[in-house]
Structure formats: C-alpha cells, structure tokens
Nanobody, 124 residues
C-alpha cells in the first residue's frame, strides 16, 4: 500500500536550517506531483511547496520563497524540503503528501495520501 514516511524534523534556533525527507513506497513515485504542507497548533493545514514529476517545476507559498527549496530524487523515491533562515513562525508539524491528480494545487483535499508528519520547532 501507499506509504509516506517523513524524517528530519527537530528543534533549531531562528536563522538555522533543517532538511526534511519523505520516503515514498507503494506507487510509481516518478509519476506523481508531491507536496509539503504544515500545520501549526490551532491553525489549519497550509500548503508549503510542491514539485512536478521529474522536478522541473516547483511552487512555493509566498512566506517561504527564497528560504525553502523542494527537490526530489526519483531513484530513491524521496522528496526533500531544505529549510533555511528558519523563523519561529515556521514552527509546525510538516507533512509530505501525494497529489491525487496531475496539476499543481495548494488545496489539501487534492492530495490523497499523507505521511505521519515531522515536528519542526524554531526557537527565538
């Protein structure tokens, strides 16, 4: 069955960096758009970034542009989120998700499989 397993979260000071990884299994990874979302306490889940099948196109929410980079390695069935210049406002649980269709979308219900999430905490 489809599985997405995130790792790489942790506690970091403001201005620091983290690299999240998401290993996928149970489907042909290189045929799916993949995305990262995050959810802070008391807030709705929000889109962070997405990447096309072969990584040629990426899309970011405005608040992370220039600081976060999404990438993928289809040979390893893995999607990454490199996060630099982290801010306390980036504190959240970060989720990897598989896009259900073939178009970039920022809406969570357009993603059909989700990982368990990895906690990112940025201290000021």
């Amino acid at each position: 069955q489809v599985q997405l397993v995130e790792s790489g979260g942790g506690l970091v000071q403001a201005g620091g960096s983290l690299r999240l990884s998401c290993v996928a299994s149970g489907f042909t990874f290189g045929t799916k758009i993949m995305g990262w979302f995050r959810q802070a306490p008391g807030k709705e889940r929000e889109f962070v970034a997405a990447i096309s099948w072969i990584g040629s196109s990426t899309y970011y929410t405005d608040s992370v542009k220039g600081r976060f980079t999404i990438s993928r390695d289809n040979a390893k069935n893995t999607v990454y989120l490199e996060m630099n210049s982290l801010e306390p406002e980036d504190t959240a649980i970060y989720y990897c998700a598989r896009n259900a269709g073939g178009k970039f979308t920022t809406t969570p219900h357009h993603y059909d499989y989700w990982g368990q999430g990895t906690q990112v905490t940025v201290s000021s």
